[in-house]
């Protein structure tokens, strides 16, 4: 049985898995746990991706974080939604679009998507 | 009508503009130390007195009876307006937090411009103290409050930095907010709340027919400066092809009915 001698051999020459060989898969996984979702809130004109965002709100996962309406000149982030995919958001929640149609009234401004990105964010 | 209340009343783009906008500012001509004598017994009340806010303060009647003030008021709801009991006194604390969007009361809107209120500061209010926030052309939404919850802030909102003695008469669903009061001050400001008490029947501004007469200007749309155009172009808060179209139908009716025509809205 010559297969069998050589792979007798073969486990013989094997050497054992150090110990150290684990660590940097460790670490990284421990980072990926420190990731916390941050949240994006656009209200775009349209439920197109590449219309004007009409609003805006960050929700950073914080324990004090509280977006509020500010009265100096606004910063906006991003122009559309597109914008905010490139920057590496992703999409979790498109507009709903399912609800009854009224060509006369008026209610909520905008087309609502919400996004996230996962990132290690400070205390 | 005194002939001093004729020559405050608006002219016809202001009203247009108001029906676009869903606000209208001035800061009337008051005697000397008035804003700050309110101001001052503000700052001493123990208690809020409700609608009791014009017994504490007697002086905030020369603020409604201006003629300026007078003038928006016919203009916008006719000579017969009445000045409601309900008033308010809000008083933003330093260190206070900001208000989250909303429109007052129930979501049971009314397009006919019967009322509004009246918003009056008595000392001015910088960005850090707390500014009233409102979002121009949003009048004719009829949005639940919570549906609002997502927004921060809103592409043409109007914070509202004014100057001692300013009063903004905004349109009673008009979506508004506060901003946190970051100062060391007290932010004072006291609501009115105005209510038509007769339909028109006919114009009660500075109107003149020829002034609804212009064609639509494709090139300056909302840059305008006449009926039409302003009615037909103008986009706040640059909301998409449905909506706009769906205000300037609105807006349209609105002109109508202040016209004197009643019928003009649907029931």
Known sequence: MGVGKKKQEKKKTREP??????????????????????????????????????????IEPRPDARPEITATEQDWPYENVHEAIVDGWQVVQFPHLQAPFDDADLDVVGYEFILQKMEIVGR | MTDLDRAHLLSDVEVARFVVNGYHMITPELPEGLNESIATQLDVLESNPGDAITEAVPELWQILEHPAARGVLVSLLGPDYEVQSHRHWHCKQAGSAFMQWHQDSVNNRDLRLNRFLGLYYPRDVTTDMGPTVIVPGTQYRNAPTDRMATYTNIRGQVPLVVEAGTMAFTHYDLWHGAVANRSDQKRHMIKFLFRRTEDNTEPTWNHDPAAVEEERDWNLRGQAEDVTNILGFTNPIMVAQSDHYKESRIRRQVWQYLLGKPDAIPA
């Open chain 1, 17 to 58: 898995r150090k110990p150290d060989v684990k660590r940097p898969r460790k670490k990284r996984v421990q980072k990926e746990e420190e990731r916390k979702q941050r949240l994006l809130y656009l209200h775009a004109a349209t439920p197109n991706v590449f219309s004007t965002i009409l609003g805006y709100t960050f």
